[in-house]
């Protein structure tokens, strides 16, 4: 299973390796490991529906509770199928698709770890490994939405889309670290026998909003979905398996597979069934106001996910029964929907929906799967979108006083979707072929392939609910659910309710297609309510974020060395004031100060003159000359009271800092312009302020015992275990040797860095010269 | 600097400042010193003689890039840090070869470590102060 796992990410790293000798072959060779992934996973179907669910454990760091531990379960097991089955798909397509690219080699590497992550997701059992996995979906996902690297638009979307998913992912990792402290764990499995006690602790309603926000941002709800409509600057096979059929529906599982443990609360459903709703229906309102291909489809599964959430939301079981249907029947219809639009992009080079028309005439099988498809997001009986909208009616028909307002907006997305659905997959094969198209023809089976078979799986599972209904679809409704309820999926449910709003959706939106055109003027007119969408008070708020940072930056770092001293010295003035202000503790003993010798008077007399000297003077090297003298002096009382190392070093350092300024300053020019006398004052008052400061913190610093346990541990160990006299020494290279190691690691990063700036022009105008 | 006096001073100071370096390195285990100090003093040997001759005659004098002495340094003081790894010991364990060497007395892992800190000590001052020197 870790292998299974992990697969994708050695087949990533090879690709460098490889693309050299095996450019051309990559792509048929990767093409193999979703394909063998999805037989491997075919597998535990029979396995699952006998078991409930396989654990696979593999330790990794047992010390903080984290392990690579996989459960297979109904649940797990429907998304490795999808992720791998729709991967095989994409990876043959995109063979065709993205013929002669110039990094295809590159494009299988991030689509194989893009793969091997989203498995990672659904199959940890352990949350933390599943956070892991979560924020690697979200990298490999940039780099594949920025895959055209070379356009800025590309670029920037691959931006937006990680920057909000990866933000909702962080949130989501301090849900999942408070939901281990109060549930002890963070394995799933372990974690399901306290799920009372998790729901009644103070801590439930924060562990379920940083956990929303994970899944929110992650499968694009209101207000995080914007970056969805964004990401559609990605290649088409990248929109597919990404965008409609796995990455965004990592949050729905997610839902999924918290709802046996901190669903069936009012607060989980409560914002999960608000949330939902306002994202399905905004969503399905967008997609019809759009003319490009892509991003009518991008609203629709954005108001697909909204469904979901909306189902997941109501909790009850014909909801998350309705809910399991729908993730399947969803990633059939919309990734064929999607692959269809590649190959309409790719032969006519077009995506717009007005134009495009009569293509059925040069591509009958591609016109087939796209009436398949769109035919099963309808939810036209005998195909499997007719199963999920039955039971998705019967679900909120049962919601109590709210089942009115709830079906209604169902029925409503659901017209609305029809008619995207239709624009999507019906529209372009209707009709004349207009003149700039006749050209297009039916391009390899590569490509029209993939589309089909989704669209051909939609009509079989829809026609003979039977082959899924036990396999697949019961565990996962038991794994969603934690009961053992049987489902029955039955394509007649009897004349009813369910039927007649079936009827009303179908032939409501089939007239509204009737009579609907997409226009391009519908979309300008949305455009004024630009302003208040979320994506634009985000915008604005990260702009005005960067300007603010903009002016803060400029006022502190502007150039002058002088200011950066002031504003330093200033700061630690105030902050140690301000410590200082709540009491200090000085106590000096005057019988224990040792007496004054007169070296030490003539020593200081040295340095009040020096100093003296230092700030009166006009000519730079007197005043260096001056401050070294300082430094020296300093050492003396080293040496006075019995620190030679300490004196000897910085006898070191103070002859290289008089050395350095000399060597530096010398060569400029006289001194000119000097500080005006308002300036001197300032300063004088802030050096005096900060002197006086210091010496206050010295004599703190004297409370403190000054002999340790540990002073007189190095003291008295350093000959017998370090065979050295020179305790200062022996704590260097010895007992601290580690710190040692990298202070000098450090030393060398410092001066490469020095030599780096120093060398670094970056005055072009200079280069010239 | 064009002071005469100065200049034949510090043609003789070279030597002598980088003698009494290591000799500062090698006391360092029993005595006042270190690889930390003796590497401070060659630097200063070296920025003395720059200062004097300028920086090309002190840079032939060092024959190479005084930039590569950092990692050849690092590798030292590493290698001293792990070897007691090879001897089933954990890392920064102290090694001593049995009895005293002439002139320089114990020799143990140690003093190869700090003969690493001196070697960086050396390269890194001579980077900056170069590089600062060199640009200004």
Known sequence: MLIAVILGFIFALCVPFFTRFFKKTIPFVYSLLPLSLFIYFFQFLGKIKNQGHILFKYEWVPSIGIDLSFRLDG???????????????????????????????????????????????????????????????????YFLIGFNNEDPASRKS????????????????????????????????????????????????????????GAFTKSAQFPFHFWLPGAMKAPTPVSTYLHSATMVKAGIYLLARFTPLLGDTFWWNGTLVTVGAITMVYAAIHSVLRVDLKSILAYSTISALGILVFLIGIGTEKALLAA????????????????????????TGSRDVTKLAGLQRVMMPVAIAGFLASLSS????????????EVMYEATLQFGDWAIILTALAVLTKILLLVAGFWAGIRPFTGNLPSEFEKAKLPSSLLWVPPLLLGILSLGFGAFPSLIGQSLIQPVFSSMSGTDTVVQLKLWHGFNLVLLLSIFTLVTGGVLFWFLKPSAELFQKTLRFELISPQNIIKGGSKMFGSFAGTWTRFFQNGYLRNYVITILAFLTLLMAYRLFWGVNIYIDWNQISPVSHY?????????????????????????VALGVIGFANCLFFLFYSAPDLAMTQFSIDSLTVLLFMLVLVKLPKNKSFSSNIMKFRDAMLSLLFGTLIAILTLVVFEEPSTTEVSKYFAENAYVLAKGRNVVNVILVDYRGFDTMVEIVVLVIAAVGVYSLMKLDLNPSKKEL | MKSLIFKTASAYLLPLLLLFSIFILLRGHYLPGGGFVGGLMASIAFLVHSFAFGLKETQNIIKINPGFLMPIGLVLAVGAAIAPFFVDAPILTGLWFEGPFRFIGMVGSALFFDIGVYLVVIGATLTIMFSITDTV
Request: net charge negative; glycine share 8%.
């Open chain 1, 158 to 213: 691959a931006l937006t889309a990680l920057s909000i998913t990866g933000l909702g992912g962080l949130v989501m990792l301090s849900g999942i670290i408070l939901l281990q402290a109060v549930g002890g764990s963070y394995s799933f499995t372990e974690l399901l026998n306290s799920s009372e006690a998790i729901k009644d602790s103070s801590a439930y309603g924060w562990i379920i909003s940083l956990l929303f926000v």
């Open chain 1, 324 to 347: 399991g249907i729908f993730i399947l029947a969803h990633a059939l219809y919309k990734a064929a929907l999607f692959l269809i639009t590649g190959i309409i992009d790719h032969e």
């Open chain 1, 600 to 624: 030490e008077i003539i020593v200081v007399a040295l340095m009040i003159i020096s100093i003296l000297f230092a700030i009166s003077t006009n000519s730079r090297t007197t005043s260096i």
């Open chain 1, 378 to 389: 309808a939810g036209v009986p005998f195909l499997l979108g007719f199963i999920s909208k």
């Open chain 1, 75 to 141: 649940l797990s097991l429907l998304f490795a199928l999808m992720i791998t089955g729709i991967g095989a798909l994409v990876f043959i397509y995109t063979i065709y698709y993205l013929k002669g690219h110039e990094y295809l080699d590159r494009f299988y590497g991030y689509l194989s770890m893009f793969m091997a992550s989203m498995l990672g997701v659904v199959l940890s059992d352990n949350l933390m490994t599943m956070f892991i996995f979560w924020e690697l979906t979200s990298i490999s996902s």
